[in-house]
């Protein structure tokens, strides 16, 4: 019976994915402008401490040690564009070494403005791993890769999220209301991310904003169960 059961929902997710798929096909290539960024702090010294005092008691000399971790990351998504910049900085100051490093794991852009013989190309460039250690030394590494290419993928995986969710709360699935709720959804990371006194104030005013878009205003927590749902 199991066994039946689960051929069933096969044949019927098989028969409905076609007329899924087109439904929505319009909205494959869109694209959400988006910009914003982050920044983390914390000690470097091991377990996050960020200063330590060693005071012998043989009379020889203090010893201390201050160290920092920074992280930070940049998106900017544009029509044509993208450009992301993640990188960390660690920098350690005592009597016994004084040391600055700045990593860059990834610096990262594309554009997709190519025109290749009629076709739409993009050139993009990447400076993943470069580094540059300050100390006694001193070393730089900045290896940087470029390149050409033709097409462009397109993630659709937001616009059927936003069509099962509407159509899970009963609100209309047409073309313009789901493109509307996943530009939205795109836009979370922006509109939530600012530095601000309430961080739960800004998720508020998110989540009020997407559900007026989804047509159900007055059924915010709905919408956030739905959007923390397995």
Known sequence: MKRS????????LCTLLPAFSQEYE????????????????????????????????????????????AGYRYIHQQLESTLSITANTSFELGTASNEINIWTPTLYYKSYS?????????????????????????????????GIGVGRLYSITDIHIASLKLRHLGLSTDPQTVR???????????????????????YNQYYR???AIMGASGREIEVVHIDHSQ
């Open 5 to 12: 059961v689960t051929l069933l929902l096969i044949l019927m």
């Open 26 to 69: 319009d909205l494959y290539d869109m694209v959400v402008p988006t910009q914003y960024d982050s920044l983390s702090l914390r000690g470097s010294l091991g377990s996050s401490d960020a200063l330590r005092f060693n005071v012998p008691f043989d009379g020889s000399a203090v010893q201390f040690r201050l160290g920092t971790t």
């Open 114 to 146: 190519l025109d290749l013989a009629g076709n739409p190309g993009f050139i993009f460039a990447s400076g993943s791993g470069a580094e540059i250690s300050i100390s006694n030394t001193g070393s730089v590494d900045v290896p940087i890769f470029a």
């Open 180 to 202: 509307n709720t996943t530009e939205q959804m795109r836009l979370k990371t922006e509109k939530t991310n600012p530095m601000v006194e309430n961080t739960a104030e800004l």
């Open 209 to 211: 904003e997407l559900a």
